[in-house]
């Protein structure tokens, strides 16, 4: 039905900037709200940021002002930019579309990728 691919993970020193890449692809009519989410060892996976169809963001309070969220809708791909990374930022990195309307199913669905690894130490 429909797939999220993930890339941009990687290692990074604290200070350092990353930036994720998530594209769906699929039978996919509509995409109401993309996100990202991350989830570190032990802990429970938490909403990092998301973005409405029409631009609207919502960020986690941790991350305002250092990551930024961005969709090209054209292209059914979610990105963020994370500047001044830090070792609280280590996580798997996991990218959502909510709302999606799928050709030749009734409703909306929800869709998670596979997690892309971030890693920030010296």
């Known amino acids: 039905q429909v797939q999220l691919v993930e890339s941009g993970g990687g290692l990074v020193q604290p200070g350092g900037s990353l930036r994720l890449s998530c594209s769906a692809s699929g039978s996919i009519l509509s995409i109401n709200t993309m996100g990202w989410y991350r989830q570190a060892p032990g802990k429970q996976r938490d909403l990092v940021a998301s973005?409405?169809?029409?631009?609207?963001?919502n960020y986690a309070d941790s991350v305002k002002g250092r990551f930024t969220i961005s969709r090209d809708n054209a292209k059914n791909t979610v990105y963020l930019q994370m500047s001044s990374l830090n070792p609280e930022d280590k996580a798997v990195y996991y990218c959502?579309?909510?709302?999606?309307?799928?050709?030749?199913?009734?409703?909306?669905?929800?869709?998670w990728g596979k997690g892309t690894t971030v890693t920030v130490d010296s």
């Open positions: 959502n579309a909510d709302r999606v309307r799928v050709r030749g199913f009734y409703g909306h669905r929800k869709y």
């Open positions: 973005i409405a169809t029409g631009g609207s963001t």
